[in-house]
């Protein structure tokens, strides 16, 4: 099976469950929910995507500087926006396409590929973050409050061992705990297996891994570029909280800010789902995460699901197209 049938093959499969989905829900009710919607506040949730897309390449641009990657902004915001219509068209959900953009990087500028990639992926971990933040403080003001329920009290353990795989996460890409670690267990297992034929590859690949962590290493050792940066994400998350809020008012559903904070901290795990772009698994998903927390029916929870996607999906995909025709000219 060539690269092309295997592509149409996964967008076959994703629209089927999205369409799976809407049929399902009632879709005679989905689609008067739809066309009943506010285009006023759906445009607002458009606006909110793409403020989010133009904070991301802020933090893009501010991750290439620290990596010393010369690069002008406008062209940050270009490989964002094709990063993630990378990351929309490979099988792995929202993510997946980070070596491809890497790739993307050393065409425009002088950068090698291990110093693309470290930026790359601790753009990406600076963007998650955000999630684990505001999951929390949702958390914390409902038990603080009194108002937590037994949901919500299921999902508690969750956000805790979240919150401490996010540390560590950080931990050993920003501060040389995975060099200590592989290190370490190097040493200890003193392994040394030949590939054969296939060593020199499995050689260029450990040195291209070693550059890359040790140019992430070099994150943690300038705190004061990384705070305002992971400010910036937090920034930059503030456009899918309003999404989501913007498009529950066109529905006429009352938004709670704590609940949709929580949805949206929940949502991030739906974008790791085996789908391009996470395309009707993630509306999948969202639609059950908006039932459990609203009081709505399940083709008006599936309408807001789809409308939040053409706010914060539809841009990237649009804009990133664009973008990556343009990359695609240069040398």
């Known amino acids: 099976m060539n690269e092309r049938t295997n592509r149409i093959l996964w967008f076959l499969l994703s629209t089927g469950i999205l369409a799976g989905l809407v049929y399902l829900s009632d879709y005679r009710e989905f689609v008067d929910v739809l066309f009943g919607s506010d285009p006023g506040y759906v445009a ?26 010369p690069i002008r902004f406008r062209d940050s915001l270009s490989l964002l926006l094709a990063g993630t219509f990378l990351n929309s068209v490979t099988p792995l959900g929202r993510f997946g396409g980070e070596p491809f953009v890497a790739h993307l990087i050393t065409r425009k500028t002088d950068a090698t590929f291990p110093q693309a990639l470290s930026s790359v992926s601790s753009a990406d971990l600076s963007n998650a973050f955000p999630f684990v933040t505001f999951g929390t403080v949702a958390v914390l003001y409902l038990a603080v409050f009194g108002t937590i329920q037994s949901v919500v009290a299921d999902i508690v353990p969750g956000v805790a061992v979240l919150v401490v795989l996010s540390v560590a ?20 297992l003193g392994l040394n297996v030949d590939f054969g034929r296939f060593q020199p590859y499995v050689d260029s690949g450990k040195k291209k891994v070693g550059q890359t962590l040790s140019r992430m290493r070099s994150v943690g050792d300038n705190p004061r570029e990384v705070a305002p940066t992971l400010l910036f994400s937090h920034i930059a998350v503030l456009g899918h909280i309003g999404a ?13 800010l704590h609940t949709i904070l929580l949805v949206v901290a929940l949502s991030a795990f739906l974008t790791f789902s085996p789908t391009p772009g996470s395309v009707g698994t993630f509306e999948a998903g969202f639609a059950g995460l908006i039932v459990v927390f609203f009081p709505v029916s399940g083709a ?9 996607r053409v706010g914060t999906y539809l841009p990237g995909v649009v804009f990133g197209y664009v973008s ?3 990359i695609r000219g240069l040398k």
């Open 300 to 308: 008006t929870a599936t309408t807001v699901a789809v409308l939040y």
């Open 244 to 256: 989501v809020y913007f498009v529950l008012l066109s529905v006429g559903v009352e938004p709670m």
């Open 169 to 188: 996460t950080v931990y050993l890409l920003w501060f040389g705990g995975m060099q200590d670690l592989s290190g370490y267990v190097g040493s200890r």
């Open 44 to 69: 607002l949730a458009i606006a909110c995507g793409c403020f989010t897309l133009f904070m991301w390449g802020v933090v893009w641009h501010r991750f290439f500087r620290l990596l010393d990657i």
């Open 324 to 326: 990556l025709a343009g």
